[in-house]
């Protein structure tokens, strides 16, 4: 249901963005509205506790985002407030941003290292991954300690294991098998 939710509703926001030519202003800003988000659960828990009239609910999103964000974003911000369904933003983003980067030849990549990645490393990866894919990259780094070196790129449904923990994984299987 949520999924079915903030597919539709990320979907429709999308398509408006579109016919206002804003879809890329709506994308950063959708960005920031669900990393705000998703630091700050206690907002979300604000916005959906049914003691709060849907006027206070929408006035409360207005006071935070008004002036900051695109008014067509703030104004759908304002209808999930009302509903108390501010907790699908993130999915909602993750649906917009599906669509957005399909419509602007834009890949989507998630990289994983044990420390975080130097912005020299950032922009080398990125550089070989559009001279691959042909496309332009949208990168997300994330640190996992466990992965102790290397490193782990997701994109394009598939996943691209490098790290050390994959690595040992490998040979302690290849190890086991050659008995």
């Given at each position: 249901?949520?999924?079915?939710?903030?597919?539709?509703?990320g979907?429709?926001?999308?398509?408006?963005?579109?016919?206002?030519?804003?879809?890329?202003?709506?994308?950063?800003?959708?960005?920031?509205?669900?990393?705000?988000?998703?630091?700050?659960?206690?907002?979300?828990?604000?916005?959906?506790?049914?003691?709060?009239?849907?006027?206070?609910?929408?006035?409360?999103?207005?006071?935070?985002?008004?002036?900051?964000?695109?008014k067509?974003?703030?104004?759908?911000?304002?209808?999930?407030?009302?509903?108390?369904?501010?907790?699908?933003?993130?999915?909602?983003?993750?649906?917009?941003?599906?669509?957005y980067?399909?419509?602007?030849?834009?890949?989507?990549?998630?990289?994983?290292?044990?420390?975080?990645?130097?912005?020299?490393?950032k922009?080398?990866?990125?550089?070989?991954?559009?001279?691959?894919?042909?496309?332009?990259?949208?990168?997300?780094?994330?640190?996992?300690?466990?992965?102790?070196?290397?490193?782990?790129?997701?994109?394009?449904?598939?996943?691209?294991?490098?790290?050390?923990?994959?690595?040992?994984?490998?040979?302690?299987?290849?190890?086991?098998?050659?008995?």
């Amino acid at each position: 249901m949520d999924r079915d939710f903030s597919r539709e509703f990320g979907t429709a926001l999308y398509q408006l963005a579109v016919e206002e030519n804003a879809s890329e202003k709506v994308f950063k800003d959708l960005e920031l509205v669900s990393g705000v988000l998703s630091e700050n659960p206690d907002f979300i828990r604000l916005l959906s506790n049914p003691r709060l009239g849907r006027s206070e609910r929408a006035e409360t999103v207005g006071k935070v985002f008004e002036g900051k964000i695109d008014k067509s974003l703030l104004n759908a911000l304002k209808i999930l407030a009302e509903k108390r369904r501010c907790d699908a933003v993130s999915g909602c983003y993750e649906v917009y941003k599906r669509l957005y980067c399909d419509d602007n030849n834009i890949l989507s990549v998630t990289a994983t290292a044990a420390v975080p990645l130097s912005e020299e490393q950032k922009q080398r990866l990125c550089e070989k991954l559009r001279k691959k894919t042909g496309a332009e990259i949208l990168l997300t780094c994330r640190t996992d300690p466990s992965c102790i070196g290397g490193i782990r790129l997701e994109y394009g449904g598939k996943r691209y294991d490098a790290s050390v923990k994959e690595r040992l994984k490998s040979l302690g299987r290849s190890i086991k098998n050659s008995d």
